[in-house]
């Protein structure tokens, strides 16, 4: 974060939660910002919600999510980190309350896309990397 501050991210407000409050605190000391506890996240109303949590990848979290999807509005934008399953709960909730999600799989696709580049100097085709990894993963 820019200065240390919401104010270099061009933002009037940043807030951080954790599934160990202790965690979410420390973050946010380090960096002036508000820390809401897990316990208490369905009462904070964010505008942009960051998923960093495993909460929503296929296999045993599949089926779980990180904020409770009732309390979605359309207001919201979702950027969901998971990328396995493109949708997750968390995803489909948003999209029901008629939000925006960007799936996991833009993050996953341009990290690669930057690996890559850094590696071998060379830049990786976007849309045919989306391809294989549309494939790979979701078998479309």
């Known amino acids: 974060m820019v200065g240390g501050s919401p104010a270099g991210l061009g933002v009037a407000h940043v807030a951080v939660t954790s599934r160990t409050d202790a965690k979410a605190e420390a973050l946010a000391r ?3 910002i508000e ?3 897990w316990a208490a996240r369905e009462t904070y109303q964010p505008e942009l919600l960051v998923n960093t949590t495993p909460l929503g990848m296929h296999g045993r979290f599949e089926d779980l999510s990180p904020y ?3 309390v979605l509005t359309s207001a919201i934008v979702v950027y969901d980190l998971v990328y396995n399953p493109y949708h997750t709960v968390l995803a489909k909730a948003a999209l029901a309350a008629g939000g925006l999600v960007i ?3 833009e993050m996953f696709l341009y990290q690669a896309v930057e690996q890559f580049r850094l590696w071998t100097g060379r830049i990786l085709p976007e849309e045919e990397l989306r391809s294989l990894l549309m494939e790979a993963l979701y078998g479309t």
Do not use: K, Q
């Open 103 to 105: 799936p996991g799989l």
């Open 30 to 32: 380090e960096f002036g």
């Open 35 to 37: 820390s809401v506890p």
């Open 68 to 70: 409770p999807g009732e």
